[in-house]
């Protein structure tokens, strides 16, 4: 027997209402369970008369025999499923109530929050807004311990006007530059010039990138729009911070994933990033991904970006390294954001025998 308090007793009685007329509650009532309405009530209005089929239903003991002939009658009403599933009378193969909730979006998954946060906090500390001349160009971040990547069209300028030794003294990185709990202190950050031979290896941008959908090719395998610049001073291995003890743990750097990534269209997307060059700033997207082009060498989704975040690391929802942040969408009404995924970048060094740049050991080559 299924006795109800009086807040259930409320909401089936405006279950009922909305899932029937007068006319389909009496036919449910006479076919389902041979109960003539009028021997239930004589109320003058709709609402009294649900009101005394729910009562004599209570006090004679067939409320979930009423409940199930309800939802027998009309199975696709959500709302009757939602009331009938807290008393475990739901239809058969229909999934409990904790189980339905988990249908919403099956491609956010939970997360470790300790971890996500742990993981958060040490990506921090490897990306670096990348200043050309003192301005704000872009963003960057640690491959190894003096190893920072961004695009190349972000140093590109410098790279044709002052290819050699000089050209380096037009760039620095400012890592930590961000904005502090009170919201308004500025952490300035700390600043790290190139090194002499401060350019490792690059890859240009395709002149594809520049087109609007739909585009008449794909770029090229060797088109993916970075630069690895090799930085003074090493500040992977130091502890983050001018005052810094040196026996604290050293800033680290940004690891790629083993396996090219599978970028499952509908699923998160993070960056980490320097919009406007502005302090330090995440951009979360759970519903990111839209589209891999045809050869694997970009990837589109929906996470925001600004002028200031091309050459942002590109984390998937488990803080894992999955592309370089780029560029936006070229039409005149932007859809789309665009990065280039880090397993075509892990391949193009890997031809190049410049893989021991991703692991922190020197490489000893320039393009210059």
């Not at 739901?90 to 300790?114: H, S, W």
């Not at 990506?123 to 301005?135: A, T």
Request: glycine share 10%.
């Amino acid at each position: 027997m299924l006795e109800l308090t009086g807040t259930q007793y409320q909401q089936f009685s405006e279950v009922l209402r909305r899932a029937f007329t007068p006319a389909e509650l009496r036919r449910m009532l006479e076919f389902r369970l041979e109960r003539n309405l009028d021997d239930l009530s004589l109320a003058p209005d709709y609402q009294g008369i649900v009101f005394d089929v729910i009562g004599a239903s209570q006090r004679e003991g067939w409320t979930d025999r009423l409940l199930l002939a309800a939802r027998d009658q009309n199975p696709g009403n959500a709302v009757l499923l939602a009331f009938a599933q807290q008393f475990g009378l739901a239809p058969g193969g229909a999934p409990d109530r904790p189980n339905l909730e988990k249908l919403i979006v099956d491609t956010n998954a939970f997360l470790n929050i300790a971890q996500w946060r742990e993981n958060l906090g040490e990506i921090e500390g490897r990306v670096c807004r990348v200043e050309v001349n003192g301005n704000a160009a872009g963003t960057g971040f640690l491959l190894g311990p003096d190893v920072v990547m961004t695009n190349y069209h972000v140093v590109e300028a410098v790279q044709k006007s002052t290819p050699g030794p000089e050209g380096g003294q037009h760039v620095q990185v400012r890592f930590d530059y961000k904005q502090l709990n009170n919201g308004e202190t500025l952490n300035p950050g700390q600043v790290f010039g190139l090194a002499e031979k401060w350019l490792i290896d690059y890859s240009p941008y395709s002149p594809i990138d520049l087109q609007p959908e739909p585009k008449t090719g794909a770029p090229a395998a060797d088109q993916l729009d970075y630069a690895l610049l090799r930085l003074n001073g090493a500040p992977g291995n130091k502890p983050i911070g001018a005052k810094a003890s040196p026996e604290d743990k050293p800033r680290g750097w940004l690891k790629p994933r083993a396996a090219a990534y599978d970028f499952q269209a509908n699923t998160p997307l993070f960056i980490v990033q320097h919009p406007q060059g502005k302090p330090l700033k995440l951009a979360l997207d759970t519903n990111a991904v839209l589209k891999v082009n045809s050869n694997g060498t970009r990837v589109t989704y929906r996470t925001n970006t600004e002028p200031g975040s091309s050459g942002s690391p590109v984390f998937n929802a488990n803080w894992e390294l999955v592309a370089l942040h780029h560029s936006g969408d070229p039409a005149w009404t932007p859809t789309w954001n665009e990065g280039v995924p880090f397993g075509a970048i892990v391949a193009l060094l890997a031809g190049k025998n410049l893989s021991t740049v991703l692991g922190g050991e020197p490489v000893g080559v320039d393009n210059l």
